[in-house]
């Protein structure tokens, strides 16, 4: 893998979470970030980082930080939209209309925000970059409960796919990448749920039980090899990162 030592990402909803990991190894490999999320991110990720507060639903808010961040360390090498919601949990005959359109808003129009922000920044220096947009095994398939969630992360593949079709000549890498499963507040949340608004629940009380996580750090490394280690890229846009070695420190 080439040098990371002074490029230059862009983490949104990197306040908690796998965000949060991300700044955090990406910061200990020398990176200079430009972190975003609903609230001003806290985090120890080194003397090299930007943080706002900013609302991924806001186009000219993501053009405004992206702005920012290359005028502070210059252009921008990769972009991660992390920045997502779960909710509404429950089946589709119990869901507001307005619940799901705010996931929608949320999980489809941020990444698109970003995406877009990113792309136009790119154009500045002609073209090239990473841009990573975070999905799940959720776009794979249907889960009872998940409506929202699922039709989100099956979009962000699609979004992603296109634009990778659509800005391969200009030299730009494109991948939706899903995580595996990561202990976060999320996750908290799923365990949480009845079983009668989310039947699958206990699989993931027993992902739990047993500790079958990927840290934080651990998803950080495989995407730092997907943006920087072009002889270990896959060739498909959509890639799921494998689940984390025994051995992995």
Known sequence: MQDLVGKVAVITGASRGLGLGMARQFG????????????????????????AALDVRDSDAMDRFAERVADHFGPIDLWINNAGVLEPVGPVRDTFPAEFEANLTTNVGG????????????????????????SSGAALAGRAGW?????????????????????????LVAFSVSP????????ELIRSTPEERFPSVGDFIALKDHEK????????????????????????????????PPDFT
Do not use: W
């Open 28 to 51: 200990a490999r020398g990176l200079k970030l430009g972190l975003c999320s609903r609230s001003v991110p806290a985090v120890d990720a080194g003397p090299g980082f930007v943080a």
């Open 111 to 134: 990444v698109f925000n970003g995406t877009r922000s990113f792309l136009r920044h790119r154009d500045s220096v002609d073209g090239g970059g990473v841009l990573i947009n975070i």
């Open 147 to 171: 409506a929202a969630y699922c039709a989100s992360k099956a979009a962000v593949d699609r979004i992603t796919e296109t634009v990778q079709l659509e800005e391969r000549a200009r030299g």
């Open 180 to 187: 595996g499963v990561v202990d976060t507040a999320m996750q």
């Open 213 to 244: 996580f990927n840290d934080p750090a651990y998803v950080a490394e495989q995407i730092l090899t997907l943006a920087f280690d072009p002889a270990n890229r896959p060739e498909q846009v959509v890639h799921r990162i494998a689940d984390q």
